[in-house]
């Protein structure tokens, strides 16, 4: 079945480094690949998404580049600040079904130095 | 996020007692979803709901059970079956097939 992987954490940087973190997919169809942030104690937001390959979505300074030939989906940050801490999930929507389930990675947890 | 509310946010269960967790939407979205969320893990499915009066299993639906009377509601009962509750639950709803949003998210506990 489809499923996301993503890498493992925690993830521990210095402020305005640069963030790269790893996700790959299998998938039988054509998914939407997203990902989303959990800061502490709170439900998920949507960070960005992009629906078909090569699309590159975008939000609050992070991009992730649909790539098909590699099924991989890494997020990038230029520079990280320390209200970027917070739990990164990757996942995948198979947009073919009428009710997508989305399929979630385990999640990485971001940490940022001062 | 947005026009999802999930209630109660911290809730406390009793041994053998069952108890519902309530999500309304305002997105008028026709999906919504449970899915359970284990310290330090990801999601799992528990349920969907693609339409009013129809929903499907998820991946880990035993000992809990849904219902979807209204468009924009879809609450949860966490049965007595269900012998490891503790967990956070979160509660979304989207559009076919595409992105789905998520509330604030319900904290139970067993006491």
């Known amino acids: 079945g489809d499923s996301v992987t993503q890498m493992e954490g925690p993830v521990t940087l210095s402020e305005e480094a640069f963030l790269t973190i790893n996700c790959t997919y299998t998938a039988t169809g054509y998914p939407s690949l997203f990902w989303y942030v959990q800061y502490p104690g709170e439900g998920l937001q949507l960070l960005l998404k992009?629906?078909?390959?090569?699309d590159k979505g975008s939000n609050k300074g992070f991009e992730a580049t649909y790539r098909k030939e590699t099924t991989s989906f890494h997020l990038e940050k230029g520079s990280v600040q320390v209200s970027d801490s917070a739990v990164y999930f990757c996942?995948?929507?198979?947009?073919?079904?009428?009710?997508?389930?989305?399929?979630f990675g385990s999640g990485t947890r971001l940490s940022i130095r001062p | 996020d947005g026009g999802i509310t999930q209630s109660p946010k911290y809730l406390f269960r009793k041994e053998g007692q069952n108890v519902t967790l309530s999500c309304e939407q305002n997105?008028?979205?026709?999906?919504m979803y449970w899915y359970r969320q284990d310290p330090g893990q990801g999601l799992r499915l528990i349920y969907y709901s693609q339409i009013v009066n129809d929903f499907q299993k998820g991946d880990i639906a035993e000992g809990y059970s849904v219902s979807r009377e209204k468009k924009e509601s879809f609450p949860l009962t966490v049965t007595s079956a269900q012998k490891n509750p503790t967990a956070f639950y979160l509660c979304?709803?989207?559009?076919?097939?595409?992105?789905?949003?998520f509330g604030e998210g319900s904290w139970l506990t067993v006491v």
């Open positions: 979304g709803a989207g559009n076919s097939g595409n992105t789905i949003y």
């Open positions: 997105l008028n979205h026709d999906a």
């Open positions: 996942a995948l929507s198979d947009s073919r079904s009428s009710a997508s389930k989305i399929i």
């Open positions: 992009a629906t078909k390959a090569d």
